[in-house]
């Protein structure tokens, strides 16, 4: 890809949502979030289907008007504006080019709206702007059948970036490219972020995909934001087992027991709970991340079960283990050599690596 001039266009906007609600009839969409995206930020909506990512996107974009809140872009109240006024770019999981128009003509296809009519000049300038940063400088005059899919979601985000928009809203905008495209595609994406420095707010229900773009994700469920931070953050130190579990592939194990003066219990797993617990007690949830649990001699083990499956997954292995019923999924070394049946032991690798939860409204505890 080459360099950035005319395309990086017009600085960034910040987005502000202050108390936003959406319903359809009876469904409530989005409930009350509140939301602070910086300029430049990179900010993904991460959530299963369903839990109100693109009703969010669509409300900033002027496709959806919010029931309650407000919804700023920089210094502009944008929650009454139509779409055309806001000054953002949408790119959709269907890229949905026009198949009779060239690569050119495809980029160059907002500059000719009929409202923003510019100059055949300037449009081939920015056109050949665009597309020298996204790789596409020699395609111009192919049709969109006659290019790769990666090239295809490369002239949609071409096609955003010509207006030189101050936000870009992108939903899921690499779901329709096999496994190994979509990886390549993301990296391209992260480095256009980076070098562009523009404002991105992304939807997708994919946590790796959310992991490795994002400077700050929000993760969503039933309408609501359930933890907002940075991913390292929200990976290490989820705020409830929504995200616990959501985050990570396989997510965190989740064992649920009681804690009292001897420590904590579940069946086939005793853990010595942190200081800063020693007060509670009653139910409570322990949660352990695939890589933090190392194998133990069986005997003395602070969790015990039988090996089910041991997936060879290159550098390492991913064993699930039966625990009372319950299956616990743990990266293993190689030479760990476990074989499905086997008795097995398996500990945290430090005690700092175990979260706790409570049991009932399954909020952080530690
Ligand atoms: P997905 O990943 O499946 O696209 P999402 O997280 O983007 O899901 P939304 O599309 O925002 O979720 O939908 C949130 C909720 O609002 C869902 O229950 C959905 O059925 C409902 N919903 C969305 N749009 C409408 C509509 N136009 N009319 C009625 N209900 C709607």
Not at 86 to 92: K, N, Q, T
Request: aromatic fraction near 6%; charged fraction near 20%; hydrophobic fraction near 45%.
């Amino acid at each position: 890809m080459g360099e950035v001039s005319e395309a990086r266009g017009n600085p960034a906007r910040s987005v502000a949502f202050e108390g936003v609600s959406k319903r359809f009839g009876g469904v409530a969409a989005v409930e009350n979030v509140s939301l602070d995206v910086r300029p430049g930020q990179f900010v993904t909506l991460l959530g299963p289907s369903g839990c109100g990512k693109s009703t969010t996107l669509n409300m900033i974009a002027g496709l959806e008007l919010p029931t309650e809140g407000r919804i700023s872009i920089g210094d502009v109240d944008v929650t009454d504006l139509p779409p055309a006024d806001r000054d953002i770019a949408m790119v959709f999981q269907s890229y949905a080019l026009y198949p009779h128009l060239s690569v050119f003509e495809n980029i160059a296809f907002p500059l000719r709206a009929r409202r923003r009519r510019a100059p055949d000049e300037i449009v081939r300038r920015k056109v050949r702007d665009v597309a020298e940063v996204l790789g596409l400088a020699g395609l111009l005059d192919r049709l969109p059948r006659q290019i790769s899919g990666g090239q295809r979601q490369r002239v949609a985000l071409g096609r955003a970036m010509v207006r030189t928009p101050t936000v870009y809203l992108l939903d899921e905008p690499l779901s329709n490219l096999d496994q190994q495209l979509r990886v390549q595609m993301r990296s391209e994406l992260k480095d256009l972020h980076l070098r562009l420095g523009a404002t991105m707010i992304y939807v997708t229900h994919d946590q790796g995909e959310a992991m490795t773009l994002s400077d700050t994700i929000a993760v969503m469920s039933g309408g609501r934001i359930e933890q907002l931070g940075a991913p390292r953050a929200l990976y290490e130190r989820p705020a409830n087992l929504f995200v616990a579990r959501f985050l990570g592939e396989p997510g965190m194990n989740v064992f649920e027991g009681t804690l009292d003066a001897g420590g904590f219990a579940a069946a086939g797993i005793a853990l010595a709970p942190p200081p800063s617990l020693a007060a509670r007690s009653g139910m409570v949830c322990a949660g352990i991340r695939p890589e933090d649990l190392v194998p133990a001699p069986a005997s003395t083990a602070a969790i015990r079960g039988r090996a089910r499956t041991v997936e060879f997954l290159g550098a390492r292995a991913l064993l699930r283990l039966d625990v009372a019923g319950q299956v616990v999924t743990a990266f293993v070394p190689l030479d760990a050599a476990i074989a499905p049946g086997d008795e097995v032991g398996l500990a945290p690798t430090a005690p700092q690596r175990v979260r706790w939860f409570d049991a009932a409204s399954g909020a952080a505890i530690d």
